[in-house]
């Protein structure tokens, strides 16, 4: 059995009962009674705060009570999911976190909670494409020029991330390992120092995801290379899928979803589920996600499920592939 077919697995028992909605929603009717906090671990004005406040200022119109955001960032998205994963399994308490809540588990080695065991997916709620955006000093003519010129200079050339264990440096090493170029990561605090110093020169290129490059790839302060995406953005037309440029295999999505404790009851996950879902058909939800580039992204839960199996699996493995650790 395949680990990812285990991970499901293990969501199986609690998410059976969220399917049907119509039986369930009689058990509890009462849900929601009161308001609903939802942590975000990560800073306000972040695309994943963005996304979550959109998200609850339409989920409180569905179940008819005030959803609350509470940011609480730090150590990668972790401090806010130790916060959740302790609290009660009623509903009461979400956590919208992005695609680095799968990769924790391998980065850290003394977390205070289990991805799997302590949480139970609702739905993701948004994708969207990392942009490969280089410093236009290098002149990089596409992605394969890139490539090219770092073969043939190795330990020459740069990419920026915001830490280490951090979505740009995972997307760094896969590109790495795809390709088999020999390159330098250079860690930073944060996304905007990072990308600072590519615009500057001082750093070569950056996985972006396509919200935070929009604006700076339009004013021409950075040069977009390729999507990592299985399809192009309307909102960048003209720049190539990583496939289309030559490369398969370093599509890196940066998505962003909602969880709740494990052991919440079935009827409240289907009422959240379809509450999560109505908001994000909404005319709103949907504007103010094509501003960010970003996509609704609902999916039934087990489906969901599945695919947080894989990519703990995939995400995991080229972690300890590269070698890469945070925390104690």
Do not use: C
Request: charged residues 20%.
């Amino acid at each position: 059995m395949t680990l990812h077919r285990r991970h499901f697995l293990q969501y199986a028992t609690a998410l059976a009962g969220a399917v049907g909605l119509s039986s369930t929603l009689q058990a509890q009717p009462d849900y929601p009674a009161r308001p609903i906090r939802m942590v975000v671990p990560f800073t306000a004005g972040s695309t994943t705060d963005v996304i979550g406040r959109t998200v609850a200022e339409q989920l409180e119109k569905k179940l008819g009570q005030p959803v609350v955001v509470e940011n609480r960032p730090g150590a990668g998205g972790v401090l806010g999911a130790t916060l959740v994963a302790g609290a009660a399994a009623d509903g009461y308490t979400l956590l919208v976190h992005s695609a680095a809540h799968v990769a924790n588990q391998s980065l850290y080695a003394n977390l205070k909670y289990d991805t799997l065991k302590d949480f139970t997916p609702v739905t993701m709620l948004a994708s969207m494409p990392n942009v490969i955006v280089a410093s236009n000093s290098r002149n990089f003519k596409s992605l394969k020029d890139l490539v090219e010129r770092a073969k043939a200079e190795p330990d020459q050339y740069t990419y920026g991330s915001s830490g280490s264990g951090s979505g740009a440096h995972i997307a760094g090493e896969k590109f790495r390992a795809a390709t088999g170029i020999q390159v330098i990561h250079v860690p930073y605090r944060g996304t905007p120092e990072a990308v600072n110093d590519v615009i500057a020169g001082r750093v070569d290129w950056f996985f972006l995801p396509l919200p935070l490059a929009l604006p700076m790839v339009k004013a021409g302060k950075l040069t977009a290379l390729a999507i990592s995406a299985d399809r192009r953005s309307p909102a960048l037309p003209d720049v190539p899928t990583t496939e289309e440029a030559g490369y398969r295999g370093v599509d890196q999505q940066f998505w962003v979803a909602m969880f709740v404790p494990a052991a919440t009851p079935p009827a409240v996950l289907a009422k959240l589920h379809a509450g999560t879902e109505q908001a994000l058909r909404s005319d709103t939800t949907r504007a103010r996600f094509e501003n960010l580039g970003a996509e609704p992204a609902p999916m039934p839960q087990p489906q969901f499920a599945e695919l947080i199996g894989r990519e703990m699996e995939s995400t995991g493995s080229l972690i300890r592939g590269a070698g890469i650790r945070v925390g104690n």
